[in-house]
């Protein structure tokens, strides 16, 4: 029998690897293709939307009014409902049908600064506002649960109804104070004068979109609403 010259023994070698691995090519499970995650805390409606508006309505709550957040259709994709926080006067609950996505309250003042947690239905932390101090304008600075920087929210001019959100150069979204659009109907009979709206102008996640969302309400409360300046738009 006539062996095989040695110089041909490497080669078998790597053929028979090359087999192997292709076998183990035909067996192994295909890997899922990972995607997009749906929204968890805001309707699609609101979290594809590049505008988001906030109309405030009556409420016999005397903690404040409610709001509704109609989506850039103007269909109400969520509602924003005040309240009473034993600790902190004020508490809004965003719901969608009834159902609680997340919660925003108003924290204790420190110094006279202002600051907002933000927390999803299990009461889970999902960032805090903390104001800075600052003269003659608006400066919060906004992290997440875990308290890493996420972005702030500032008057970058001085008019007076108009707030950036920026993380560093970048603008993530602007909000702004507008007039209620009277179109004559009974819904507008219960609307209070005024609404924001918002407007994203770069991509953002959903704790992010969330959060700016929060934001929006919040500068309401804190410089608009009777119900915390009792009509003093001052510092």
């Known amino acids: 029998m006539t062996k095989r010259p040695i110089a041909d023994q490497p080669t078998r070698l790597v053929k028979a690897v090359a087999r192997k691995n292709t076998a183990d090519e035909a067996t192994r499970p295909v890997k899922a293709v990972r995607r997009r995650e749906a929204p968890r805390m805001l ?16 409420s016999l709550n005397f903690t404040g009014n409610d709001y509704e957040l109609e989506d850039a259709a103007g269909a109400i994709a969520m509602r924003a409902e005040s309240r009473l926080h034993v600790f902190r006067g004020w508490r809004y609950d965003f ?18 600064l202002d600051g907002l947690k933000v927390f999803d239905a299990q009461k889970r932390v999902l960032g805090e506002f903390q104001q800075r101090p600052t003269a003659f304008s608006v400066h919060f600075d906004v992290v997440d649960g875990e308290g890493q920087p996420r972005f702030v929210v500032q008057q970058p001019s001085e008019v007076w109804t108009h707030f950036s959100v920026r993380r560093g150069t970048t603008t ?6 507008s007039h209620r659009r ?23 996640d959903e704790l992010e979109r969330v959060l700016i969302i929060a934001a929006a309400l919040f500068l309401d409360r804190l410089y608009f609403s009777h119900a915390d300046n009792s009509g003093s738009n001052s510092f």
């Open 182 to 204: 009277w179109d004559g109907s009974a819904r507008e009979l219960v609307t209070v004068e005024d609404a924001f709206t918002v407007e994203f102008t770069a991509t953002v």
């Open 95 to 112: 719901t969608v049908d009834g159902d609680v996505r997340f919660s925003m309250s108003r924290k204790t003042k420190l110094l006279l």
């Open 43 to 58: 309707p699609p409606s609101l979290f594809e939307a590049r505008h988001v508006r906030f109309v405030e309505r009556f």
């Open 172 to 177: 993530l979204a602007e909000i702004e104070r």
